[in-house]
Each structure stands twice: as structure tokens, then as C-alpha cells.
T-cell receptor, first 112, second 116 residues
């Protein structure tokens, strides 16, 4: 069983809709969470990071962490065709400096 | 502002051949990493380095070697290439490992490697 599970999609939404992405994890020691966006044939780039339960907002993006349920989410409001990409969650233990476990990624397609 | 630069972008190897994937960063980052990305499997950490002269194994180090003689460069060596090493390889760097945005990973554009 993978430590980090992520639905591969594809998730297709119309432009302007809210995109909802999530990851579940099995290791309760994970304390630091990141979301990356990866365009086709490119390296991932950081969208959000957080290390506490609750919500964190940055523009159209909201990251949510529920450590009691071992569940993290990323919401994208007012989605645009340029948001079409693969979204990767990543997380690590507090004592595993720099060593992240990545989810497999969810492909998102935003249609005009 | 180059960031993280990887070469080559594409390579085809025959079984048993060797090669070095080059990675250099110009951000004066302490931490550098090598990941491989296989379809449906996410990114897997191969090796990482916390500074010049210091390297350590990640999750999938077998069949690979690294060195870090300078802050800027972190080459990945494949010895005796095998079909199982067919993958997309990403080099990344971060300023440091801490509970802050300083741990943000900056990725290169990747090397697509096929071993036939």
C-alpha cells in the first residue's frame, strides 16, 4: 500500500468551476505538506505549503489539512484553461528533512 | 535567471551502457535532489545532498551513484543501465530544509531516459 494516495483522474471541469483535489496518507508522522503543479513535459512548481491543520489561502488556491483524518485538499476557484495540469501532493515527517513522499498526481483538464 | 539546469533532455541507452545526467543550479541552494518519475507512481527520491561533499540515499538508490564536489553541481551516474531505469529524471534544489517556504523545491525540466 502506498503511503500517499492520490486519484489519478483525469478530472475534467468547465472554466470557472471549482476544482477539488485531495490526497490521503497512512503515516500519521507526516507533518509538512506541499502542493505542486506540473505542466506536460515540465518540472513541478510549488503552489502551496503548510504544516498545520486548517485552511491556508493564496489567491484562487486554498489548501486544507485534516491531520486527524490524514487527508489534505487543494481547491482552485474560478478555474482557467491555464490551470490544466497535473497536481501533485507531497509530504514529509518532521524528522525527515528534505525527504518528501509524493502522490502520483491528479490530471486536471479545464475546458473553455 | 537559469535556476536548475539539466542535461541532456532526452537520451536512449542500450542495456549495460553507462551515462551521467548533469544538474547545476545557480541559486546557491544547499540541498539538491534527484528524483525519478514513472507513470502512475509519483516522484521517487533517488539521492539527495545537504551540501558539498555530503550525499545520502533516498528511496530508490540502487543502480545509481552521485557526487557533490561543488554547491552548484550534482551529477547522477547510471552504471550498467537496465530497462527498469527507463524513466523521467528530475533534479531539484532547495535553500534549506525547514518548516518554511525555504524548503520549496525548484525543479529542472527533466531528462527522459529510455534503456533498450
Amino acid at each position: 500500500q502506498k503511503e500517499v494516495e492520490q486519484d489519478p483522474g483525469p478530472l475534467s471541469v468547465p472554466e470557472g468551476a471549482i476544482v477539488s483535489l485531495n490526497c490521503t496518507y497512512s503515516n500519521s508522522a507526516f507533518q509538512y505538506f506541499m502542493w505542486y503543479r506540473q505542466y506536460s513535459r515540465k518540472g513541478p512548481e510549488l503552489l502551496m505549503y503548510t504544516y498545520s491543520s486548517g485552511n491556508k489561502e493564496d489567491g484562487r488556491f486554498t489548501a486544507q489539512v485534516d491531520k486527524s483524518s490524514k487527508y489534505i485538499s487543494l481547491f482552485i476557484r474560478d478555474s482557467q484553461p491555464s490551470d490544466s495540469a497535473t497536481y501533485l501532493c507531497a509530504m514529509r515527517r518532521a524528522d525527515s528533512w528534505g525527504k518528501f513522499q509524493f502522490g502520483a498526481g491528479t490530471q486536471v483538464v479545464v475546458t473553455p | 535567471n537559469a535556476g536548475v539546469t539539466q542535461t541532456p533532455k532526452f537520451r536512449i541507452l542500450k542495456i549495460g551502457q553507462s551515462m551521467t545526467l548533469q544538474c547545476t543550479q545557480d541559486m546557491n541552494h544547499n540541498y539538491m535532489y534527484w528524483y525519478r518519475q514513472d507513470p502512475g507512481m509519483g516522484l521517487k527520491l533517488i539521492y539527495y545532498s545537504v551540501g558539498a561533499g555530503i550525499t545520502d540515499k533516498g528511496e530508490v538508490p540502487n543502480g545509481y551513484n552521485v557526487s557533490r564536489s561543488t554547491t552548484e553541481d550534482f551529477p547522477l551516474r547510471l552504471e550498467l543501465a537496465a530497462p527498469s531505469q527507463t524513466s523521467v529524471y528530475f533534479c531539484a534544489s532547495s535553500l534549506q530544509a525547514s518548516l518554511s517556504e525555504d524548503e520549496k523545491l525548484f525543479f529542472g525540466s527533466g531528462t527522459q531516459l529510455s534503456v533498450l
